[in-house]
């Protein structure tokens, strides 16, 4: 596997949306390769920055509107944001 095509991955990779066998492909890249380990440290520590900080509550009128949207059922709950990736 080259840097490219571990790019191409990334997202799936760190969504862990591949196989066992595209992953280990994938880990074994970046365990070789300094620039795309850092590359995908990067973007770990980015979706972090992202989920921790942004905690705005999402307006009830669009929270019905998705819902409805994909067909749940809409909550007045109030839910606390995922804690991780």
Same mark, same amino acid.
């Given at each position: 596997?080259n840097c490219?095509?571990?790019?191409?991955?990334?997202?799936?990779?760190?969504?862990?949306e591949?196989?066992?066998? !595209?992953?280990?492909?994938? +880990? #074994?890249?970046?365990? $070789?390769? /300094?620039?795309c380990?850092r590359g995908f440290?990067?973007e770990?520590?980015l !979706?972090?920055?992202?989920m +921790? #900080?942004?905690?705005? $509550?999402? /307006?009830?009128?669009?929270?019905?509107r998705?819902?409805?949207?994909?067909?749940?059922?809409f909550?007045?709950?109030?839910?606390?944001?995922?804690?991780?990736l």
């Amino acid at each position: 596997m080259n840097c490219d095509e571990t790019y191409k991955g990334m997202y799936l990779y760190l969504d862990k949306e591949l196989t066992v066998w !595209r992953r280990w492909k994938i +880990t #074994r890249h970046l365990d $070789r390769c /300094p620039p795309c380990s850092r590359g995908f440290d990067f973007e770990l520590e980015l !979706r972090e920055v992202i989920m +921790t #900080r942004s905690r705005e $509550r999402v /307006p009830d009128d669009l929270r019905r509107r998705i819902a409805e949207a994909i067909g749940v059922e809409f909550s007045d709950e109030v839910n606390d944001p995922p804690q991780g990736l």
